[in-house]
């Protein structure tokens, strides 16, 4: 999931699972860092921002189920976002060099 999308929770497990381990203060640095970033994604000057996603990423299990159910519904919101847009790369493409 792009750090640009990912809400606290679904980073926080993200670099949880890193190896080697990343000390809490560490995490806890670079989940504020991640979530304070995306406020450029909201501001009326934003960039274009088009991501897109393999289907794998949306079905793999990140922090549990409230987790993944809040980072489903973070996604659901991106169209609100002024200039962004998000795809998804279904499993039925197959292989792709993207």
């Not at 504020?32 to 996603?53: K, N, S, T």
Request: glycine share 8%; charged share 25%.
């Amino acid at each position: 999931m792009p750090g640009l999308l990912q809400i606290e929770d679904y980073a926080r497990a993200i670099f949880e699972s890193g190896n080697p381990p990343l000390e809490p203060a560490a995490i806890e640095h670079r989940v504020e860092a991640g979530i304070r970033r995306q406020d450029l994604l909201a501001r009326d000057d934003a960039p274009l921002f088009h991501c897109i996603v393999d289907e794998a990423a949306l079905r793999r299990p990140v922090g549990g189920p409230a987790v993944i159910r809040a980072q489903l519904e973070r996604i659901i919101e991106v169209p609100s976002l002024p200039k962004a847009t998000f795809q998804v790369m279904p499993f039925a493409v197959g292989g792709h060099p993207g």
